[in-house]
């Protein structure tokens, strides 16, 4: 069984930065992908950005020049560093992993942006 702990969130005033890891109990070049995604209050969950098996990465435009995935893969571990953060980035975050046509997800971390 795989377990994902994400770890890193809080509360930040906006412009303010972030950054949240995402541990797994396996090498992460197990999976074909490891994905950060964000439900807001109300809405449904998002995706914001994955790193691929071979390193390549991808973020929503919405996070574009601000969020950055990147992983440490001797500790098994996907960041997502979050600059200049907004009120619209409020949430919780959760990273997803997939192994072959499985997805296993975190408990997610909670994110609040605010003054």
């Known amino acids: 069984q795989v377990q994902l702990v994400e770890s890193g969130g809080g509360l930040v005033q906006p412009g303010g930065s972030l950054r949240l890891s995402c541990a797994a109990s396996?090498?992460?070049?197990?999976?074909?992908?490891v994905d950060w995604y964000r439900q807001a209050p109300g809405k449904e969950r998002e995706f914001v950005a994955r790193?691929?098996?071979?390193?390549?990465?991808n973020h929503a435009d919405s996070v574009k020049g601000r969020f950055t995935i990147s992983r440490d893969t001797a500790k098994n571990t996907v960041y997502l560093q979050m600059n200049s953060l907004e009120p619209e980035d409020t949430g919780v975050y959760y990273c997803?992993?997939?192994?072959?046509?499985?997805?296993?997800w975190g408990q997610g971390t909670q994110v609040t942006v605010s003054s």
């Open positions: 396996r090498s992460i070049f197990s999976f074909n992908a």
């Open positions: 790193i691929s098996s071979g390193g390549g990465t």
């Open positions: 997803k992993a997939t192994r072959w046509d499985t997805d296993y």
